[in-house]
Structures are given as C-alpha cells and as structure tokens.
C-alpha cells in the first residue's frame, strides 16, 4: 500500500491574497447589509417603484402580534425571527431588513456603514488585482484553473463523486477537480467583478465620472439588485466551500493555506 505524501499545494501569494480577501469579504458583507437595511427592499430599472419590488423586507401588525414578512415578486413569506423582524441586543423586537448581529456596526449607523464598505472595497480591489497579476504572470491561471477538454468530459462522474461524498485521493488528488475549476473561474471571473462592477455604479463620484455605467446596467435600481444577488452568489459559494472544507478534512485544508502543505492520502490499489 502507498504511503500518504505531502506535497506543496498553495503559494505564497495565493494564502496570502486567500486570507485578505476572506477578511474583506466578511467586513463588505455585514457592512453591505447595514447598507441595505436603511431600505430593505430591490427594484428594477431607475428609480424605486415601492408598489412593485422584486424582494422587501419588514414587519407587519396583525392584532396584538408583529411579524417579519419578506416579499419575493409580491409572494409574502413569513420570516419573524430571520428577516423583516428579529431580537436586536437588548431582546426586543427589532424592525431590521436583516439582523442587527450580522451587521456593522451592529446599530443603526448607515453613514459609518459606507464608510466601512467602500474603505474595505478598495482593498478587495487591490487585492483582486495584485491575485490577477500574480496568476497571469505564473502562468496559474491557465495552469491550474482552466478547464481542459478531458475535464469537462468528466463533468458529469465529478459531480456524482461529490454528491457521494467520494473526494480524490492519489495523483487526482494533486489538482484542482473541473467543478472546482469552473466554481472558482465563475467567481472569479463572474460574480465578484459584477458585484464590484455594480458597487461602482451606484457610486456618485464614479457615477459622475462614467455615467454609462448606470445605462448598461439598467439604471440605478436594477444595478443595487444585481449587486446585491451576485453578492448572494458569493455567499453561497462561501457556505458550499467552508462545508466541502470539512467534509475533505478540515485540518489538511486548513494547513494546506496556512502552510501551503498538503497531505495526499493514497489511492485505493484495485484488485
């Protein structure tokens, strides 16, 4: 039987950029919700139409009781407890798009939102940039992210191996699966430069400096929604990962981007 191997899996510059930007997106997320709670609610096109959202968040009264109702495309879902209304720090209901625990600042404080949000935005900028550069010029990016034609033919056993819980082991175990390849690529290359792209457009200084931002998009409204659902879709890929993390084996993941060593665990000999 082969013995486990370790072998060195992240760079430098990659647990670098890995741990800023988790740092960063952290603080954009609950800062962006304190945003967002100062008007709980998404619209299409230019202006808001307050009669017609595409989602809201608030709370209703009905009798001597109040509880949270979230609208998607005018359907109500009673949320109390979650969204539109929840428990606030001192244990009283609390009339909040989203809870005041997974904001900051944690009170109501829209302008020092901003302030955090667009200050931790620049750094996810920069360091987006600076992980861009590196991958191209190591030749990562092509390396070791994009999909060949032998992977995308596997796509479908891939997903299968993951709904079983059956994670490589061995030589396949050295590189990035293809649904890893695609996950990564779609975030990378999708979805954190529309939530960037669509943060900036809302910007008045940027707004002022490239107005057509806003007519590409769609207007100022539709840009606020789609900032906010590519948002969604980074959150997701975080919930999917930190959990694959774990399922893999959390210890040798985490070591692996703190160190960059990886334990590779054998392959099953076939009879």
């Not at 072998?7 to 950029?17: C, D, F, M, Q």
């Not at 109500?76 to 005041?100: C, H, I």
């Not at 409204?221 to 789609?226: P, S």
């Amino acid at each position: 039987m082969s013995e486990r191997e370790v072998i060195y899996r992240h760079s430098g510059a990659v647990r670098l950029t890995h741990w800023i930007n988790a740092l960063v997106l952290l603080v954009l997320l609950m800062s962006g919700l304190q945003i967002f709670n100062a008007h709980p609610a998404l619209y299409i096109g230019q202006k808001s139409t307050f009669e017609d959202p595409v989602l809201a968040m608030g709370a209703v009264q009905e009798g001597e009781t109040a509880k949270g109702v979230t609208s998607i495309f005018g359907h109500n879902f009673d949320t109390t407890g979650v969204f539109g209304l929840s428990t606030d720090a001192d244990g009283q209901l609390d009339e909040r798009g989203f809870s005041w625990s997974l904001t900051l600042p944690g009170h109501r404080d829209l302008a020092m939102g901003r302030r955090w949000h667009f200050f931790f935005a620049w750094l996810f900028l920069f360091n987006g940039l600076a992980y861009l550069a590196w991958s191209l010029g190591s030749g990562h990016l092509v390396r070791d992210l994009a999909p060949t034609g032998k992977d995308l033919k596997h796509i479908g056993a891939s997903i299968l191996e993951h709904a079983r819980l059956k994670f490589p082991k061995g030589e396949e175990a050295k590189r990035y699966n293809v649904l890893q390849k695609l996950t990564y690529l779609v975030v990378a290359l999708v979805l954190l430069p529309l939530m960037l792209i669509t943060g900036l457009a809302m910007s008045p200084g940027m707004d002022a400096a490239f107005p057509f931002l806003l007519d590409v998009l769609g207007g100022r409204q539709t840009a606020r929604t789609i900032h906010f659902l590519s948002a969604s879709g980074i959150v997701l890929f975080v919930v999917v990962h930190l959990v694959m993390v774990v399922l893999s084996g959390t210890w040798n993941n985490i070591r692996s981007m703190i160190t960059g060593r990886y334990v590779v665990e054998p392959a099953e000999e076939k009879p």
